[in-house]
């Protein structure tokens, strides 16, 4: 595991820098549990575990989150949960990434990586309405349930449960999959001198407190998230008062890849200040051709990759306009 580097791309509203999420692991598409013949350098397992934890807000109050923790081996518990979970880092070399994933909540789950080929056999309710985009993993699973990808390109994307997501994901089950074209090269011809890494997401504390007391659902006191109304906005999993960013004078002339992602059921639109950026793709998708712009539009589970130098001044970096 490896935190980004955060020394002098620092938050306006900290007194020192946000330290931002990071690990290592790899990549790849096809079906749960494939067995495993690639070499150690082509393959990369991650094991992640699904559980519920308590977050402090600023204004003090706790809310129960769901997030992910990467443990060293299915059942080790050895690993620290947070919502947005722990960061899956390809290499340009991996061909193959496996998820082992174990559910410690009381109801099912299951994993998908948007914009990553993958089997998805869906799970329905006895209704007939889809529950889950794919395989779950049942509380208290005693065996992983794997998900395994084969089909890997370069991007940023975003991993989610793929089980009533639009609870689920608001709880807190999501997190973000990068993946260079080449060392120091974010898509091919396009290199980069530094790398920052923003996941949006939001807190409705009623919500949560209606799912962690059992009052969630038909009949119930909160039936849906049609009346959605989130209180908190985090970024990187850090509720923030202020979309403003500041980049310190120390990086002018260099090359500052943003990888944005809005984990969120709102549409997010940060705007960059005092310069322009080159949009380099969405979902993991390069654009034909790349175009200057000042914001990026990011809809519920977008992600899109800009790339700009930073200028002799330095650079207030965003703000985001929907804050």
Not at 107 to 122: C, E, N, Y
Not at 237 to 242: F, I, L, T, Y
């Amino acid at each position: 595991m490896r935190n980004y580097h955060a020394a002098t791309v620092r938050w306006t509203y900290l007194a020192s820098a946000l330290a931002l999420l990071g690990t290592a692991t790899a990549c790849a598409t096809g079906d749960d549990g494939e067995s495993q013949t690639q070499s150690a350098l082509a393959t990369v397992t991650v094991f992640l575990r699904a559980e519920a934890f308590t977050k402090t807000m600023p204004d003090g109050t706790d809310v129960v989150m769901w997030g992910y923790a990467q443990d060293s081996a299915f059942g080790a518990h050895d690993g620290v949960l947070s919502s947005p979970g722990p960061v899956i880092e390809l290499q340009a070399d991996t061909t193959r990434l496996t998820v082992q994933l174990e559910n410690n909540l009381d109801v099912p789950t299951s994993l998908v990586i948007d914009g990553l080929r993958q089997s998805l056999p869906v799970v329905r309710y006895p209704s007939g309405r889809v529950r889950s985009f794919t395989r779950e993993a049942v509380p208290g699973n005693v065996s992983p349930v794997v998900y395994s990808y084969t089909a890997l390109r370069p991007g940023t994307f975003l991993y989610k449960t793929g089980t009533a997501p639009q609870v689920q994901v608001q709880m807190g089950l999501l997190g973000a999959v990068r993946r260079p074209s080449a060392a120091g090269e974010a898509y091919p011809g396009r290199a980069f001198d530094q790398d920052l890494l923003l996941v949006y997401s939001e807190v409705d504390p009623a919500l949560h407190d209606a799912v962690a007391t059992g009052q969630y659902g038909p009949g119930l006191a909160m039936t849906s998230t049609v009346r959605y109304v989130p209180k908190y906005f985090l970024i990187n999993g850090e509720a923030v008062m202020s979309g403003a960013y500041d980049v310190a004078p120390s990086l002018a002339g260099q090359r500052l890849l943003v990888r944005f992602v809005n984990g969120g059921l709102r549409t997010r639109a940060p705007m960059f200040l005092q310069t322009y950026a080159l949009a380099l793709a969405e979902d993991g998708f390069a654009y034909k051709y790349p175009g200057e712009r000042y914001s990026v539009s990011l809809p519920a589970s977008k992600t899109a990759d800009v790339l700009f130098t930073v200028p002799a001044s330095g650079a207030k970096l965003l703000y985001d306009r929907m804050f």
